[in-house]
C-alpha cells in the first residue's frame, strides 16, 4: 500500500541551527502539507503545496520556514535558526487532487529536539 | 474559523467494553476524518467519512454533515486500541484540503 515517507525518523540540533526534514509523499498525490504537534497538544496546520507554490499557511508558518519540492519525489521543511519551542513532532501528509477523493495520508512523524 | 470539538477528553474501559467518541464542529465541512495516534506518535487513518457510515472490523463512524457531528464506535477494545483519537475537518469552500483538527480524546483499555 502506497504511503508517506518522512525522514528523519529523530533529530537534535543545537537551538539557532537550521533543520530539513524530509518527506516523500504518495506519488500520484497533487497536494503536499505540512503539520506540527507539540507534545501533549493537538496536531497544527502549517502549510499547504500544490503545483510548485504554496497553496496556503498558517500563522505559525513565519519567514523562519521555508518548503520546497527540490525533484519529482521529495518535499522538506526547512527551518531556520530553530528555537526551543520549535520541539515538536512533524508530520508530512499529501491527498490528490482536489476535485478528487480529499483523504489527507500522513507519515509517521519528525520528532524535532531542539536543545 | 472552524472550531472541532471532541468528547470525551479522557476515556478508561476495561478490555472486551464499548465506547462512542464524539466529533462536533461549528460549520460545514466537505472532508472528515478519525485517526489513531499510537505511543510511537504516528498517525493511522481510521476513516475518511465526511458523511454517511463506515465499518472496518471493531470499528465504525457515522457523520451527520447537517447536524455537525461525527460519531466513532469502539467495540469490544483491546488494549491495543489505546493511545488517543483524533477527528480533523476540512472546511468547506477552503481554498486547499488542509485538516483542522480537534483536542482528541485519550482512550485506555485495561486488561
Known amino acids: 500500500e502506497p504511503e508517506v515517507t518522512q525522514t528523519p525518523s529523530h533529530q537534535v540540533t543545537q537551538m539557532g541551527q537550521e533543520v530539513i526534514l524530509r518527506c516523500v509523499p504518495i506519488?500520484?498525490?497533487?497536494?503536499f502539507y505540512w503539520y506540527r504537534q507539540i507534545l501533549g497538544q493537538k496536531v497544527e496546520f502549517l502549510v499547504s503545496?500544490?503545483?510548485?507554490?504554496?497553496?496556503?499557511k498558517s500563522e505559525i508558518f513565519d519567514d523562519q520556514f521555508s518548503v520546497e519540492r527540490p525533484d519529482g519525489s521529495n518535499f522538506t521543511l526547512k527551518i531556520r535558526s530553530t528555537k526551543l519551542e520549535d520541539s515538536a513532532m512533524y508530520f508530512c501528509?499529501?491527498?490528490?487532487?482536489?476535485?478528487?477523493?480529499?483523504?489527507?495520508?500522513f507519515g509517521q512523524g519528525t520528532r524535532l529536539t531542539v536543545v | 474559523g472552524i472550531q472541532v470539538e471532541q468528547s470525551p477528553p479522557d476515556l478508561i474501559l476495561q478490555e472486551g467494553a464499548n465506547s462512542t467518541l464524539r466529533c462536533n464542529f461549528s460549520d460545514s465541512v466537505n472532508n472528515l476524518q478519525w485517526f489513531h495516534q499510537n505511543p510511537w506518535g504516528q498517525l493511522i487513518n481510521l476513516f475518511y467519512i465526511p458523511s454517511g457510515t463506515k465499518q472496518n472490523g471493531r470499528l465504525s463512524a457515522t457523520t451527520v454533515a447537517t447536524e455537525r457531528y461525527s460519531l466513532l464506535y469502539i467495540s469490544s477494545s483491546q488494549t491495543t486500541d489505546s493511545g488517543v483519537y483524533f477527528c480533523a475537518v476540512g472546511p468547506y469552500g477552503g481554498a486547499t484540503n488542509k485538516l483542522i483538527f480537534g483536542t482528541g480524546t485519550l482512550l485506555a483499555v485495561q486488561p
Open positions: 501528509a499529501s491527498s490528490e487532487h482536489p476535485r478528487g477523493p480529499r483523504e489527507a495520508f
Open positions: 506519488s500520484n498525490h497533487l497536494y
Open positions: 503545496f500544490y503545483n510548485n507554490e504554496i497553496s496556503e
